[in-house]
């Protein structure tokens, strides 16, 4: 059962991005994808990798009752996550699990995980919006409204254009969304960021594990300098002002006096 | 089972405080509250009210199920409330639910039941830590340690009044939560703010609501001026302010070259 | 000659209170209140003070322009205006300037002297407001307009009714602000805050600098504990929140289409 | 003279890229670049565009005070400074003079003009920064210091490699300030952003423009969707977010108990 203000306020792919399965399975993958790097450059067996990539693939038989209560006391999920995926695929396979990393290498790249898939809903619904506004632009082209300076009407304009502009920000956002979402990089460096656990493999095991997720590579782990939270925040900002200003246009375009749009659809003069 | 991050991060009373049970109990809290207010002014039965505040007191006799699922059409959970709860009591007594009241009125008063809550869960940590620092200010009012200008060792201080200081600010924020908490007003205002469908006895009842809740009263709804939101929102950016400082402070006093406290107490030159 | 975009929007009495001649003043006006009140408890001679008094109420004859050079330098203004104010009393009255104080002493206590004034005239703009929403609620008591719901017209309602919202809002900002100013402290703690250059007086000191400047006297100094400041930030989003609260319905209600209040004078069914 | 608080913080390129002469020069910059478009695009005569361009490069021989005055009228500086560069080229050359533009068109391309330059000053702080991070990096390579978790001592790392973790955020902000630099665009829409006042020349005079000017051209005015301020907000935070880590670290290094780093320069176990 979905929440009261979940279900209320919460809805669509982006939520759904970021709930607490969706957190497990990120963190599983991200797992899953660190020991097949490490086997693919024959620091573990590839049988382990593979017995660490199935039962990734099955929470279902992982313990993460467990693994919740533990992280309250841990501080973290990583540390207790990582000991029921050890458990589950028995002491001989234990060592592809978590090769050379800390918690926050496998936390920041479950985050990044996220972020790809929450992204990539926005921009589903960015894309629907885009084409909607541009339906509206074409259909509405030559269809007088008023323009207005600070809310007042000034000289006038089209709908079409006032459509166009909203298609224009939103193409803008999808585009700084695209970027982001490519530039998105995985985390690894070991405790303290050394790459001192990584047996002097750890550069090759980071591009690795960057190319098993599909993630950007980095010179340098990001652990202190945190330009890609940065630029998730950045982007959001700038697709949160964009929908902002698209609503508070169409909230008063379609106030009762003015009537320009209603629910069914623009009147756009036409 | 609690959440992954929930658990991990999100925990005691202020979490609770505020959960989805929490939102119901507070949203039907409301409605009987109202309807003991409207029977004490004689505009409805006072057994009407009394089914009410019984059905109220027993969510589980309510479809919350439907309220959940509903709220998200009405983009607002108070509609289907009430439906429901008008159900549970049936057509004679149902005249006391939601007496002259608009949505915001009923979820303005839950916001403001549950922030009250909250912020004594919040007040109750806060006088356990600030009888901490004063048993620590006590014990170690004499165990010099070194003051310190941004971060350099400047001249001797004692540990006892850097612990001062935090219960200066414990202190200082708990005063503040006090103010807030008893200010925090009632909602009720009808449809559009004006008392239209109150029968004339609106400001009557909004006093009379107060009371039934223990929250103040107003002189006119405040459902477009968000003091008491305001309020709330300074009131805990001063809590995290002071919670935040006195932590910096015992994370820098415990670094391995300075530590001056520990995990198991102040060592504090004692 | 005021500056473009200082005189386009930063006009008024809020501007001047933070200017650079305020700031001069109120460091000013700080050691001079100290010097006072060091000689009221026999710290330093009245002639002593009544000599920084006198220098600090004439900043013409200080040599300010080598203050502001000097500050870039201890990134910081008071030392270097110390200095300065020593050598304009001479040797023998140089005892009664600072006394016992750190530079954050001079400093804060600026800050709340500035910010005392600048609440001041905040709250003069605040009550020219509220006195004209209270002769609109009282002239447009009867006057019908539409009420809106999510600006949707929903039920009528007076434009009176709209005037004493607003009312309400900057009596409730105006009691905020009367609450914060009231309660800003003095700062006086010396290097480190220990009070410890302050030869056993400093607490008396301390209450004695609050009571020559009219401030709130502290417990303890709150020099890293900065609830003094969170309340202003407060109060000043609270203000903001009011004051644009007021100024979107004053432009919705200015729309072309709408028209019920125009530059001249609330139309609002008149 | 600097004023005390510009003076003590406010120094450098980025601070003089924003001072009340830079926006006089960049709104009349702008300017002087639309008449020169125009004329290139047979709009107006060349012999008017080139008054137009020696006016604006003489603001000794305008009326400014006077802009100043009335920009606090008009909320808004450009309509009197229009006015004054009108009358400084006279009758007969007027006519090159804010070709087809609003007020908006004009302030938001000198806010560009201004960014472009205040990027360019902290760009090159950035570059100074990240090579004395590089030099840090080679010198210290095998430096061992302690590493540390949650501030706690942790695992031994070298300073160079901390020196190389300060150099990577350094060139991925300055990377970040490239792209948006190079992403700044014109703003060119006319009254209510309809170009109608641009007798047919809009898009072709909006695209000569960006071009005078080097700024990029857009496909529509983003007077209402403000994509670009975003970009300018998120990579001025990513920029301060990065600097401050390296600042952050540079103050815990440098504490007296610690003191791997001092003013003089790193110790860093040499």
Redesign the interface.
């Known amino acids: ?8 306020f919460a ?1 669509g792919g982006a939520a759904q991005a970021v709930s ?1 399965e969706a ?2 399975r990120a963190l599983l993958d991200a797992e899953a994808a660190l020991a097949r790097a490490a086997a693919g450059l024959g620091l573990v067996p590839t049988t382990a990798a593979d017995a660490v990539t199935a039962a990734a693939a099955d929470p279902g038989g992982l313990d993460l ?1 467990t ?3 533990r ?2 006391d841990d ?3 990583v540390p207790p996550l990582v000991r029921v995926l050890r458990d589950a695929v028995g002491e001989r396979d234990a060592v592809a699990v978590h090769v050379g990393a800390t918690s926050q290498d496998i936390l920041d790249t479950a985050l990044v995980l996220l972020a790809r898939t929450a992204l990539g809903a926005i921009d589903g619904d960015l894309a629907a919006a885009a084409e909607a506004a541009a339906r509206l632009a074409a259909a509405h082209r030559d269809d007088v409204v ?13 709908f079409g ?1 006032k459509a ?3 298609l ?2 939103l193409d ?2 999808r585009l ?1 969304l695209a970027e982001v979402t490519a530039s998105l990089p995985v985390q690894y460096g070991g ?4 790459l ?1 656990a990584s047996g002097g493999s750890g550069v090759a095991l980071r591009t690795a594990f960057a190319t098993e997720l599909g993630l950007a590579d ?5 652990h ?4 890609p939270i ?2 998730l ?3 959001l ?2 697709v949160a ?2 929908v902002a ?1 698209v609503a508070v ?1 169409v ?2 375009l ?5 009537a320009e749009v209603s629910e069914g659809g623009a009147r756009g003069g036409s």
Chains 1, 2, 3, 4 share one sequence.
């Open positions: 059962m979905t929440g009261l203000f979940d279900g209320t809805r607490d957190w497990f009752a693994v919740i209560v992280a309250a501080g973290n999920p008023m323009g207005r300076t600070l809310m007042q009407q000034a000289l006038p304009t089209t254009l166009a502009g909203w224009a920000g803008g956002a700084r405790a303290a960021g050394t001192a980095t010179p340098a782990p990001w202190t300098v945190r330009l940065a630029d925040a950045g982007v900002g700038a002002g964009v200003t246009d909230v008063l379609a106030q009762t006096e003015v």
